[in-house]
């Protein structure tokens, strides 16, 4: 059984910087692709970043949604089983639960989409006041 326990949320400024971190275990990590989603109440979750099962300089991918595009940086540490989120320049609408997830295929670029992720974790809160 896959477990995905999330961490480093908290409250925060506008401008500040936090960094989640998503530990994975009872299985492999290494080859699946990871993201990063956050959903706030009575909305849809989103996307937010994603990232390829590789690291490597040529097959290493790495993707984000629009709104994170120059503040958010998803990397990975396969050794540690861990991929984590650096979010910068944080603005009060980043507010919500942000949640990591492994994708259903191996080896992949990756997605955007929910569906295609077939594990998640419980989330850890991101606050940012004004």
């Known amino acids: 059984q896959v477990q995905l326990v999330e961490s480093g949320g908290g409250l925060v400024h506008a401008g500040d910087s936090l960094k989640l971190s998503c530990v994975v275990s009872?299985?492999?990590?290494?080859?699946?692709?990871m993201a990063w989603f956050r959903q706030t109440p009575g909305k849809e979750r989103e996307f937010v970043a994603g990232i390829s099962w590789s690291t490597d300089a040529t097959f290493g991918h790495t993707f984000n949604a629009d709104f994170a595009k120059g503040r958010f940086t998803i990397s990975r540490d396969n050794p540690k089983n861990t991929v984590y989120l650096q979010m910068d320049s944080l603005k009060p609408e980043d507010t919500a639960v942000y949640y990591c997830?492994?994708?259903?295929?191996?080896?992949?670029?990756?997605?955007?989409?929910?569906?295609?992720?077939?594990?998640w974790g419980r989330g850890t809160q991101v606050t940012v006041s004004s």
């Open positions: 009872g299985g492999a990590f290494n080859i699946y692709p």
């Open positions: 997830a492994k994708h259903k295929l191996a080896y992949g670029l990756g997605s955007r989409v929910s569906s295609d992720f077939d594990s």
